[in-house]
């Protein structure tokens, strides 16, 4: 019998607890990790640390390259998959290499979302997902002492913190566009803008952002509906999105991100989807969902593997962690966290 | 001798005749076979325009020339360089995955309409007046088309339109934001220039019935297009509130409507879905979402229509298929019901399936139904109908079951798109000239030139495609009174870089096998696995080649052979062979006029 | 300053350009003012669908063998270069072409091969070049450009360097290339400018004027002219043929003929006459040709005529493996051919000294009227080193032509036995000295006389004018040199670059080690080697062939059995198995 050759793309939490499952499920096969970043698999909650500066950047990284040759495993980073051929069974890299593979499992996580009437202003604007957009922040406010944040997840308000221990000017504008994974609501509302500004925090109170102009390197200036304010540098959480462009037109179902069963199988037979970039029906919610944050992850990489490898393991999510974003709900435990 | 490498006579049919030095006419099915594998762009046009000729047109500055290209076939081009579906690009040789994303096609041919020079020479033949007339039904994109071309056959020829300004479609189904009216206006008296006789306002089967048309006239072309919006067929689809999606658009065009609610929600996955929710920001809505049953990538749109009109901030909302509309005298929302998405229909429509017990409502002041349209029932009147009381024909020979009377464009066919109804209302036309007259005017032959290699550069072929510029940031385009073009075409600069990046694929390359001396050159130069070992070259039915059977065993190969499919027209190995062993031709896929001879 | 101790290959098939991106490369980082060592290997095959590699290693210090890890990896074509990824070091940069001309299965990529700290750099080289130039030809450039970015090196080094290498070919050659490597600069700079390594900009040694890239080839070129050669005879043969390219290109500027002989045996013996007429000739060949020559060799031992003979040792026996380097042609040279026929041979170990020896054995063979042997090999002639080069002056290339003194005018013996054993040469045509020369055992005067007596004597002046020469052959050098060595390391030819660093190394790691360097071949200086080998606890003789050569040659010098590291790879010997090997001497000595 041939060797099995099992595919993951993404090298988050998913991904590696996926791998690591079909792993201990199949001594043999051949597993193979595609990841765009050419760095290692990180935490992205220490991220914040490290722009204080509480952490070092190694720190953040938190699986060495012998893990993957101990566990035999092709790790391959910095190499993007483009696209994937169902009938043909492959992926096609960016540098046009084509692997072929026996079971796949999608698992690349989420990436910062840019709602269309901002992506003008994109260049002048930071996130913070990676390493390396933490690395760009380090720089950036090395001359800049002035923070704007559009903003209200997770990310931003620890980002926020690590300002303030900075000692940076910060101010926050928080509105329905940027506020996520829960619809803001007046209550909320009154109950973020109060902590913020208990910290310290200048909240900016306005409906809309008009337009976004680089005046110098390291000076901005933003007109909303209400005033015209500047700052060294802005930040712009508007929550994550799935990073599923890639797969659009291979037949696999797409909505915000794959669309899966409750097994986590695709369409496409030996396929599946896992982590932040799964979408699945579930019925308790009567709706569909996606899933967040690490825990989620970690589990559902190990169902999409074990199921690979022939199990039948359902999903299960806690009906009261789910909230509801721009349409689809999102599994989350952030707010209580917070 | 262009589809067949080996063969030392080509496929050229006999019948063919000189035109100046190095120039043939086939007709040959390989000849059009090659045309259909190897031009991608002209096979993908239902019209067939000569994509790469009125682009090289446009890079040599002959703007009039360039549009005359166009115009010769799809009559419209300074509207179609804004409007069309673009089928072509998405057989675009540049768009195939490892070499970038294809070329402009159709903004350059609008650049080609916005830069012409006035009073630019006609290239259409004209033929002798008939004696004979036709009327045709309708002045949308199919009706003018088949006037124009039975014009210039030379038949006398009448409209009639029951609105009162002609373009149908065009100018009532398409926002002006996308179609300023003074272009099409302009194109339209183009059209009508030929001494065509417009009657607006004339309802044909009300002010005036089909038999007495049918008396009048030679033949009877019936182009009134569909007009008849489809309903959800949903609980609350009559309150107040609610618009059928064309009669929206067409009010505003009409300029009727000047107001609506906050809060829009526009079921449909097609463009007037996309009008519709671009015209209710305009008139001042604040939340508008597009509700379609499968997802985005079920969208029968563009993906620039896409993102400007999420860059409007407009919403889409997929997975949702429309249970009831709510409301007590007014409309109040929309019950909804999540699906799940099942394998597409052979024509490629995606097919849901409602989950049980997944209903969810979305608030609303306005709702706009645009799931469709359908041709309008004719009452009466001569012609075999369906149950539904519409007009039927032949797809290919336009007659319907009454001779004399025959229907064209989307009327036939149902909703399609403007390129594809100009391409019906021609052929169309063609089919009526012969019948009336028994005689062929016109055929579809490929033109073979010799030719030397362009001054194309290599460079050119890694140039990045230039989008088209939008008014931006968004706030512009709602700014006052005036109505603003969102795009804002190209300037003739951009125009002419992005013709740089062209391939001309209606260039052909080929090795002359008995000069070639195997020597691997041009492989070893060649942009991508273009120029093939070849142990046996397949042909298929028509003679045309079907398949190059590659081998890396060097004692096998017979030939070294380009595979005109994969090749880009970058022209290094045609500069690099050091024996002069590969020929350029031009091929072409045109109409040309056939002489009539006498018979005996 | 950091250290900069670091080893670039280039990987491509004949025609990609490798070969000369990687001379572009070498050129660049010895104007930064960087050691080089650099080494290409290529095809066998003369119109080839081969391998090419170019490795370079790169250092603040001098640097004398080759790099054994490669720290960056141009591929210039990707199926190719797996065969190179076993050498990559930990973290090491991978250069590619992130857009070839078609796609490829897993299975001929580079990137599957990759270990997982490898960090990948995609810069699509044919796309750039075509946009910089027109044509996807100058995509070695781009993926240079590329490499510079990342690893820090001022562009302006490359720029310099390109413009250099093809101006002669005209502005729009240069202006091509110059913007292809510019495309490829700015796109790295821009793509990942995230991850640019830093390794080459912080350095601040300036270019010294004295250090010239040259190859092993190219100064035994320069040597030859420098000579005052006038006449080359030769029959091309892997590797030594590029000798005969250099001189066919420039000797006659100089006054000087090629001529391309129907074999070797017709070389050696058209350098014989030319040296019998009193003209300097030389011939350079390599093993299956050497053996053709070895008759006539004898014949001029016999006859007392001058020869230069270089020997570019390759992979053998007979045709054996043409483009690989090997030491095992040690026995042919000293011992090739019938008779006793005793001959010098010597062996140069870098680029330097290939420059000084070759000037060296044109004195030698004229001053002890034998043929001179110059043992090189393929690594030697293909290397490329940014030495200082002190070019020799007229007088240091001067003649050493001992010709007889006036007092012996008509009654000049041509062999007369001397105590030295040199016998004062006339040339043909000198009034009063009457010329013999002959390949049968002769008299003092010259004349046939197979006497034992007379066999016995001639065979004795030959061989004491050998043992004579030793005072003008270069002695053994000691490196380290100290009183007591628990392990001595003698090296010789291309080897001892490799010994050196191991034994540098060693030092390092604490260990009493030091090595030596023999060049003199034969005859050998007996008393110097064998003090050292008696110095030494354990002596080590690491060659690159599988008999040991040298040590047969020289270990009965020493009671105490010489430890012999011998490998057959066709490629040069990393320093580390030296070290390896001596550690391991140490280890078992302290047991």
């Known amino acids: 019998m041939s060797v099995k050759r099992f595919v993951i793309i993404g090298n988050g939490p998913a991904a590696n607890h996926a791998a690591k499952a079909l792993r201990e499920k199949s001594s043999e096969s051949r597993i193979t990790i595609f990841s765009k970043d050419p760095f290692r698999s990180y935490s992205a909650h220490l991220l914040p640390d490290f722009i204080a500066g509480l952490i070092k950047e190694e720190d953040l990284y938190n699986r060495s390259y012998a893990h993957y040759n101990e566990m035999d495993m092709n790790l391959r980073l910095g190499q993007r998959v483009v696209s994937v051929d169902f009938s043909k069974r492959n992926v096609i890299l960016d540098h046009k290499e084509v692997v072929q593979f026996d079971g796949l499992i999608v698992a690349t996580g989420g990436k910062p979302r840019i709602p269309e009437q901002f992506q003008l202003f994109q260049d002048i604007m930071l996130t913070l997902k990676t390493p390396l957009d933490a690395r760009m922040w380090v720089e950036k406010l090395r001359n800049v002492e002035s923070v704007l944040i559009i903003g209200g997840d997770l990310t931003s308000l620890s980002l926020t913190k690590a300002l303030l221990k900075l000692d940076k000017r910060v101010k926050f504008i928080l509105n329905e566009d940027s506020f996520w994974p829960v619809p803001l609501n007046e209550e909320i509302y009154r109950a973020v803008t109060d902590r913020l500004e208990q910290r310290g925090v200048e909240i900016v109170h306005c409906q809309r952002i008009r337009r976004i102009t680089q005046l110098e390197e390291n000076l901005l200036e933003v007109e909303t509906d209400r005033e015209i304010l500047e700052t060294g540098v802005l930040g712009a959480f508007f929550g994550l999105v799935p990073d599923v462009g890639f797969l659009a037109r291979t037949g696999l179902d797409i909505d915000r991100g794959i669309l899966v069963d409750e097994f986590l199988k695709t369409r496409f037979a030996n396929v599946y989807a896992a982590g932040d970039c799964a979408q699945v029906y579930h019925p308790a919610l009567r709706d569909y969902w996606v899933s967040i944050g690490h825990e989620n992850a970690t589990a559902l990489g190990r169902i999409a593997a074990l199921n690979l490898a022939g199990s039948h393991f359902e999903v299960r999510v806690e009906p009261e962690n789910i909230l509801e974003v721009g349409g689809v709900k999102v599994n989350t435990s952030w707010w209580t966290e917070f | 001798m262009m589809a067949n490498g080996f063969a030392p006579e080509g496929p050229i049919n006999s019948n063919t005749e000189p035109e100046g030095p190095n120039v043939l006419y086939s007709t040959d099915p390989a000849d059009f076979r090659y045309m259909t594998v190897n031009v991608p762009c002209q096979s993908a046009c239902p019209a067939l325009t000569n994509i790469p000729a009125y682009i090289r047109a446009l890079y040599e500055s002959k703007f009039g020339l360039s549009y005359e290209i166009n115009r010769i076939v799809n009559l419209f081009p300074g509207t179609l360089g804004r409007i069309c579906s673009r089928p072509c690009e998405l057989k675009c040789r540049h768009g195939e995955s490892e070499l970038g994303n294809p070329v402009n096609i159709c903004h350059i041919k609008r650049a080609a309409a916005d830069f012409r020079p006035p009073g630019h020479t006609y290239l259409s033949p004209r033929f002798a007046p008939s004696g004979k007339s036709v009327c045709i039904v309708g002045s949308g994109p199919a009706g003018l088309a088949a006037a124009h071309d039975l014009a210039i056959l030379g038949f006398d020829v009448t409209i009639y339109e029951a609105c009162h300004e002609p373009g149908g479609m065009l100018r009532y189904g398409i926002p002006d934001f996308r179609l300023p009216r003074d272009i099409l206006s302009e194109e339209i008296q183009n059209v009508l220039r030929l001494g065509i006789s417009l009657k607006l306002g004339v309802n044909v089967g009300v002010d005036i019935s089909l038999e007495t048309l049918m008396a009048d006239f030679g033949a009877v072309l019936v182009a009134s297009g569909c007009y008849e919006s489809m309903k959800l067929d949903v609980p609350g689809e009559n309150l107040a509130g609610v618009y059928p999606g064309l009669e929206y658009v067409m009010d505003v065009a009409a300029g009727y409507k000047e107001s609506i609610g906050k809060k829009v929600l526009v079921t449909g996955a097609g463009f007037t879905a996309f009008d519709c929710s671009r015209l209710a920001l305009r008139l001042g809505a604040e939340d508008v979402s597009i509700c379609i049953r499968g997802f985005e990538e079920d969208l029968r749109v563009t993906h620039d229509e896409i993102l400007e009109a999420k860059r409007e901030g407009i919403k889409i909302r997929s997975l949702s298929l429309s249970k009831q509309i709510l409301g007590s005298g007014k409309v109040e929302g929309i019950e909804f019901q999540r699906t799940r998405p099942i394998e597409r229909t052979s024509g490629g429509r995606r097919r849901v399936q409602p989950i049980e017990g997944s209903e969810f409502v979305v608030e609303a002041d306005t709702v706009i139904v645009a799931i469709g349209q359908a041709p309008r029932p004719l009452k009466g009147g001569p012609g075999e109908k369906n149950d539904r009381g519409v007009l039927l024909a032949d797809r290919k020979t336009f007659q319907s079951s009454t001779p004399g009377l025959y229907v064209t464009g989307d009327y036939l066919t149902g909703p399609t798109t403007v390129i594809e109804a100009i391409a019906s209302g021609r052929r169309a036309a063609e089919r009526i000239a012969q019948d009336l007259t028994g005689r062929k005017f016109r055929e579809w032959a490929v033109r073979i030139q010799d030719f030397r290699i362009t001054d194309r550069d290599r460079s050119w072929d890694v140039l990045p495609r230039i989008e088209m510029p939008t008014v931006l940031p968004v706030k512009d385009r709602f700014l006052n009174e005036e109505v603003v073009e969102v795009e804002s075409g190209y300037s003739s600069e951009q125009a002419h870089e992005e013709s740089k990046r062209c391939y001309l694929c209606y260039l052909h390359y080929e090795i002359d096998v008995a000069k070639c001396i195997y020597c691997r050159y041009c492989i070893d130069n060649a942009p991508r696995d273009c120029i093939k070992l070849v142990k046996q070259v397949l042909l298929d039915e028509t003679g045309a080649v079907k398949e190059l059977v590659e081998t890396t065993n060097w004692l096998d190969v017979n030939a070294v052979v380009i595979d005109n499919s994969r090749c880009i027209r970058c022209g290094e190995c045609v500069r690099v062979c050091p024996v002069d062993c590969i020929s350029v031709s031009k091929v072409e896929l045109l109409e040309r006029p056939l002489v009539q001879e006498s018979k005996a | 300053m950091p250290e900069v101790d670091f080893t670039v290959e280039v990987c491509g098939m004949a025609g990609d350009g490798t070969i000369a991106a990687g001379g572009l490369i ?566």
């Open chain 3, 26 to 591: 070498n050129e660049a980082m010895s104007h930064g003012g960087f050691s080089v060592l650099g080494f290409d290997s290529y095809p066998a095959e003369i119109r080839g669908f081969g391998r090419c590699v170019t490795n370079s290693r790169i250092g603040s210090n001098e640097i004398v063998a080759l790099g054994e890890k490669t720290h960056a990896l141009i591929s210039l074509n990707d199926e190719q270069s797996r065969s190179r990824t076993p050498s990559l070091a930990e973290h090491s940069l991978v250069f590619f072409d992130s857009n070839p001309p078609a796609y490829v299965p897993e299975d001929s990529s580079l990137l599957s091969v990759l270990p997982p700290g490898a960090q990948v750099f995609g810069i699509p080289f044919g796309a750039l070049a075509v946009g910089a130039s027109g044509a996807s030809r100058g995509r070695n450039l781009t993926a240079l450009g590329g490499f510079a970015a990342v690893t820090g090196v001022d562009p302006n080094l490359f720029r310099k360097v390109i413009r250099d290498k093809f101006k002669s070919k005209g502005d729009r050659l240069v202006d091509i290339n110059v913007k292809s490597f510019d495309a490829g600069y700015e796109y790295a700079l821009e793509k990942f400018s995230d991850r640019l390594k830093k390794i080459f900009s912080k350095i601040e040694t300036g270019h010294d004027p004295q250090k010239v890239m040259l190859s092993g080839n190219q100064a035994i070129g320069m040597a030859a002219i420098d000579a005052g050669l006038k006449l080359y005879f030769g029959y091309p043969i892997t590797p030594a043929t590029p000798i005969m390219e250099y001189l066919a290109k420039y000797l006659p500027e100089h006054g000087g003929q090629v001529v391309q002989m129907e074999d070797e045996i017709s070389s050696i013996g058209a350098v014989l006459g030319s040296f019998y007429a009193g003209a300097r000739s030389m011939t350079a060949t390599s093993g299956p040709g050497f053996a053709l020559m070895t008759e006539l060799i004898t014949h001029g031992v016999m006859a007392e005529i001058p020869a230069v003979i270089l020997d570019a040792q390759r992979g053998g026996p007979a045709t054996g493996l043409p483009t690989k380097t090997e030491q095992s042609d040690l026995h042919a040279a000293v011992f090739g051919g019938p008779g006793d026929s005793a001959r010098i041979v010597i062996a140069p170990t870098n680029v330097e000294e290939c420059y000084h020896f070759v000037i060296r054995s044109f004195q030698l063979a004229e001053k002890y009227q034998t043929p001179v042997i110059v043992l090189t090999d393929f690594f030697l002639h293909n290397r490329v080193e940014n030495r200082p080069l002190i070019r020799a002056t007229e007088g240091q290339a001067a003649s050493w032509n001992v010709f007889p003194d006036e007092a012996f005018k008509d009654h000049y013996q041509r062999y007369a036995d001397t105590p030295s054993g040199i016998s004062p040469r006339a040339l043909p045509g000198m009034q009063g000295f009457n010329f013999i020369a002959t390949g049968l055992e002769h008299t003092e005067k010259g004349s046939p006389d197979y006497s034992p007596e007379n066999h016995t004597k001639m065979s004795e002046k030959r061989h004491r004018k050998l043992r004579y020469s030793l005072k003008d052959l270069e002695k053994p050098a000691e490196f380290f040199a100290s009183d007591h060595l628990d392990v001595g390391v003698i090296g010789w030819g291309s080897t001892f670059g490799s010994v050196l660093e191991a034994v540098e190394k060693s030092r390092k790691n604490g260990f009493k080690v030091g090595a030596l360097k023999v060049t003199s071949i034969f005859p050998y200086h007996s008393e110097t080697i064998g003090a050292f080998m008696a110095k030494s606890k354990r002596v080590l003789v690491p060659e690159l062939n599988y008999e040991g050569q040298l040590a047969n040659l020289i270990a009965h010098l020493d009671s105490k059995p010489v430890e012999r590291l011998n490998f057959v790879t066709g490629t040069p010997i990393p320093p580390s198995a030296i070290q390896n090997r001596i550690e391991e001497l140490l280890e078992v000595e302290a047991q």
